[in-house]
C-alpha cells in the first residue's frame, strides 16, 4: 500500500501564501495520479488540483486557476501545492490523495490519503 504525509499547513492572511507537502512511501510504483481536495466545514470533498505522476499533465479546479499550482519530485516521490493570494473562502482541511487507476475523477476514485492538512486564511 502507499503511505501519503502532509506538511505545510497553517494560518495566514488573506493575499498570503502557503506551500504544502505530500509524500509518498510504500509500493509508489502503481500510482498513476496525485490529487489535492479540499474541505471545508459543512462543505462536499473538492479536488483542487491533480497531475499526473509519469507525464506530468495537471488539472485544477476554477477556482484556484492562477493562484494555486501543482508540481512533483518524482525522485522524492514527492507532490507539492503552492497557494498564492490566498483568500478565506479557501479555508478548509487539505488532503493529499494517491489514485492508482486511471478512471475515475472524484475522491471516491482515489486510494490511498493523507491526514489533512489545516489550512485558515483569515481575512
Known amino acids: 500500500q502507499v503511505q501519503l504525509v502532509e506538511s505545510g499547513g497553517g494560518l495566514v492572511q488573506a493575499g498570503g501564501s502557503l506551500r504544502l507537502s505530500c509524500t509518498a512511501s510504500g509500493r509508489t510504483f502503481s500510482t498513476y495520479a496525485m490529487g489535492w481536495f479540499r474541505q471545508a466545514p459543512g462543505k462536499e470533498r473538492d479536488i483542487v488540483a491533480a497531475?499526473?505522476?509519469?507525464?506530468?499533465?495537471?488539472y485544477y479546479a476554477e477556482s484556484v486557476k492562477g493562484r494555486f499550482t501543482i508540481s512533483k519530485d518524482n525522485a522524492k516521490n514527492t507532490v507539492y501545492l503552492q497557494m498564492n493570494s490566498l483568500k478565506p473562502e479557501d479555508t478548509a482541511v487539505y488532503y493529499c490523495?494517491?489514485?492508482?487507476?486511471?478512471?475515475?475523477?472524484?475522491?471516491?476514485?482515489?486510494?490511498?490519503w493523507g491526514q489533512g492538512a489545516q489550512v485558515t486564511v483569515s481575512s
Open positions: 497531475i499526473t505522476w509519469s507525464g506530468g499533465s495537471v
Open positions: 490523495a494517491a489514485k492508482l487507476s486511471y478512471y475515475g475523477t472524484m475522491w471516491n476514485n482515489y486510494d490511498f
